[in-house]
């Protein structure tokens, strides 16, 4: 049973357009959201995080948009950039004193020149 | 020191051998994680100690056996482990319900 879904394997996305990626959860207790990216060998590396009280959290060209009625959350990434190839990955936890995240699937998201 | 340290980066080792992995964090996070990821999934959680006692337990097979020594330290040990057992296992620290800072990994082949 996946609680946290991203329905889009892969993304490409010209250099300077904007990068859209989306999320779905199932499970209304979740109440903390984050996307995490990640590169080949290397741990996921945090990028923003949104708590349930909040519908949009903004962090240089990162935003992240939260729409608790349809249990979506959407990654904004504006402009896009080569670099920002990769792996991303939502999660969510529900705030048990530590975090106990479920990740989504992942969406691999390439950035051409 | 802002990151999470694991070793080795790579082990391959056979289904007698014993083997652990090690995590480390000097961020004065008192809650540390382990998790699983196989190739184009998601990680999946295995373990979560809070201050240094284990609290979540995802039901792992007894083959992989935590240990927090201390509030730094977060080891994993290896045991008769199977060839499926072949995945990247991540360490991750936070302090309590704030984002999760994760290691390189430790990409394990079981033979």
């Known amino acids: 049973d996946q609680q946290v879904k991203q329905n889009s394997p892969s993304l490409s996305v010209q250099e300077g357009r904007i990068s859209i990626l989306n999320c779905d959860y199932t499970n209304s207790m979740f109440d903390y959201f984050l996307w995490y990216k990640k590169y080949p060998a290397e741990g996921p590396t945090f990028l923003i995080s949104i708590s349930s009280i909040k519908d949009k959290n903004e962090d240089g060209r990162f935003t992240v948009f939260l729409n608790k009625s349809a249990k979506h959350l959407s990654l904004h990434i504006v402009p896009s950039q080569p670099g920002d190839s990769a792996v991303y990955f939502c999660?969510?936890?529900?705030?048990?004193?530590?975090?106990?995240?479920?990740f989504g699937t992942g969406t691999r998201l390439l950035v051409s020149p | 020191d802002t990151e999470v340290t694991q070793t080795p980066k790579h082990l391959v080792m056979g289904m007698t051998n014993k083997k652990s992995l090690k995590c480390e964090q000097h961020?004065?996070?008192?809650?540390m994680y382990w998790y699983k990821q196989k190739a184009k999934k998601p990680p999946e959680l295995m373990f979560v100690?809070?201050?240094?006692?284990?609290?979540i337990n995802e039901s792992v097979p007894s083959r992989f056996s935590p240990e927090c020594p201390n509030s730094s330290l977060l080891n994993l040990h290896l045991h008769a482990l199977q060839p499926e057992d072949s995945a990247l296992y991540l360490c991750a620290s936070s302090h309590a319900d704030d984002e999760q800072f994760f290691g390189p990994g430790t990409r394990l082949t079981v033979l």
């Open positions: 999660a969510a936890s529900m705030n048990t004193g530590f975090q106990k995240l479920v």
């Open positions: 961020m004065g996070h008192r809650a």
């Open positions: 100690y809070s201050y240094e006692k284990l609290s």
